[in-house]
């Protein structure tokens, strides 16, 4: 479990470079989840 918890949080690091560098902010939690919602909404289709 620690592997994945640990390639989870390098990935989620890679998303926050990628947020500042379009937006100039990381993005909030609310933001992490309507982004995860609309995700997994288009995979369920």
Known sequence: MK???D???AIRERYHQLEL????HAWTTEQDA???LTDAGLVGR
Do not use: P, T
């Open 3 to 5: 592997e994945v918890a």
């Open 34 to 36: 309507l982004a995860f």
């Open 7 to 9: 390639r989870s949080q």
């Open 21 to 24: 560098k379009q937006d100039g």
